[in-house]
Structures are given as structure tokens and as C-alpha cells.
């Protein structure tokens, strides 16, 4: 009688195993969402949480959450269940603009000093200010496309320049968007578009470490009145990523790209 394999599959083994995962804009809600996901399927791995803005540090958590609920409490507590759920597993760096090739490696640099290794890392941060064309000013194009175009090619460089052994991935967090566009999404497009031309060169000179880029749609967050709109009008909302569908894409991704 045949039996159906069971066995961990290559990307399910190198995300258990892994001992320290870096998330670039990790404070997001997908950010967060995948940093419990991989503190729960890996019980030895440490997530690094980056954020460009300042963060508290953890002795003034409680603080902020007793005396207020507004917008910084709001950044603290999703932080501080991870924290009351997994502990010093969860490290959060704030201040980090990776805005150069420098600040990109400096970053890098330190966490492998502090933790040794790194296993893989997420590249989540973005930015979408939905802008028609002709709304689409010098600023909104330079906010939208820095984290996924100058910020990644930073962290390309600043990994090749790298000492210590590098992560066996990295996974860009791209969008349907450069796919399927959509209105008011001219810069987002291209900033994603980019993303995944990136990866296909990345692809072709064969870098020593697997790189990805996965078109994500979108996830079943709360949104803003206008998007929450959208989607009850396109029905949209009925196929968004359930935040546990989420973890299982990024394992499939990891799998068909290795």
C-alpha cells in the first residue's frame, strides 16, 4: 500500500532549522504576522524586526501601553505579545533607514555579530501611495521606489561585501501589482516590477545565495474606509491570504525556487 511522504520538504527543513531570520520592515502587519509564524514552526530561531522610525525599548512597554492607546501604543502591543509569547527570540531595530549601500552593510554586520548567523532574509519594506500619473510628483516616486529599488540593490551589494558566510535567501516581497497594475498604482507598479527583474538577473548570474520574489496579493488585514470599500464592491475581500495561508506560500515559494 502506498502512503503519502510526509517528510519536511527542503524549504520546510532550512525554516526549521534556521537560527536567525532578518525582516526588513518586519513591523508591518505581514511583517509581524510571518515573525510569529517562524517563532512557532522554528522553536531555536531569533526574527530581527527592522523599522525605519524610532522604537521604545521593551523596559518602557509597559509604560505606553497603561498610559495610552494611541498611535505609539498601537506599534508596542503587537510587538509585546510576540515578546510575551516568545521572549528574547524577538529583537526589534528601530532607527533603520538602509538608505545607503554603507547603512545597508552596517546592519547586516551587526546582527551577524550579535547572533552569528544569518538563515534567511524577508524584505518587506514598502510603501503604497495610491497616485494616478499625473499626481505621481518627484517625492511620492522617490518614497515608493526606495525600499524596493534603491534598498534592494543596497542589499545586494552590501551582502556581497560580506566576511561571514551570508543567508542560504533572500525573498523580496513583491506584489500582484506588477502584474495587474491598478488604478492609482503607477509607482508601486514599477517599484515591484523592478523587484521581480531583480531577481530573474540574480537568477541568471548565479549568486551564491537563493533569492525570490514573491507577487503577493493582498492579505486579510482591516484596511482603510477607501480600500475596505473597493474590496466590498470587487468582492475582493472573499480571496485575501489568511495570515496561516500566508507562511504556507512563503514555504511553497522557498520550495519551487530552490
Not at 40 to 59: H, I, K, M, W, Y
Not at 83 to 110: A, H, K, N, Q
Not at 122 to 140: R, T
Not at 180 to 202: C, E, H, I, P, R
Request: net charge negative.
Amino acid at each position: 500500500q502506498d502512503h503519502a511522504d510526509t517528510s519536511p520538504s527542503p524549504s520546510e527543513e532550512v525554516l526549521k532549522s534556521g537560527r536567525v531570520f532578518l525582516l526588513t520592515g518586519g513591523l508591518g502587519r505581514i511583517g509581524l504576522s510571518l515573525a510569529g509564524s517562524l517563532l512557532a514552526f522554528s522553536p531555536e530561531c531569533t526574527v530581527v524586526l527592522t523599522t525605519r522610525g524610532t522604537f521604545p525599548p521593551q523596559s518602557e512597554w509597559a509604560s505606553i501601553l497603561s498610559s495610552s492607546e494611541g498611535k505609539e501604543a498601537k506599534r508596542v502591543k503587537p510587538v509585546e505579545n510576540l515578546w510575551r509569547e516568545f521572549g528574547e527570540r524577538v529583537v526589534v531595530r528601530g532607527g533603520v533607514t538602509m538608505e545607503s549601500r554603507e547603512s545597508m552593510l552596517d546592519l547586516l554586520e551587526d546582527v551577524l555579530e550579535k547572533n552569528g548567523e544569518i538563515t534567511g532574509i524577508l524584505h518587506l519594506a514598502g510603501l503604497a501611495d495610491l497616485k494616478y500619473i499625473p499626481e505621481a510628483s518627484e517625492s511620492i516616486l522617490r518614497a515608493e521606489m526606495g525600499p524596493k529599488v534603491s534598498m534592494v540593490t543596497h542589499l545586494s551589494w552590501a551582502l556581497e561585501q560580506l566576511l561571514h558566510p551570508g543567508p542560504q535567501f533572500v525573498v523580496l516581497f513583491s506584489s500582484m501589482a506588477a502584474v495587474l497594475g491598478g488604478y492609482g498604482m503607477v509607482a508601486y507598479t514599477a517599484a515591484n516590477s523592478f523587484m521581480d527583474s531583480f531577481v530573474a538577473q540574480k537568477e541568471e548570474s548565479g549568486s551564491g545565495c537563493m533569492w525570490v520574489s514573491v507577487n503577493w496579493d493582498d492579505w486579510a488585514f482591516q484596511y482603510g474606509k477607501e480600500q475596505t470599500a473597493a474590496y466590498e464592491l470587487t468582492g475582493t475581500a472573499k480571496f485575501a491570504i489568511q495570515p496561516k495561508e500566508g507562511f504556507q506560500a512563503l514555504v511553497l515559494a522557498l520550495a519551487s525556487a530552490a
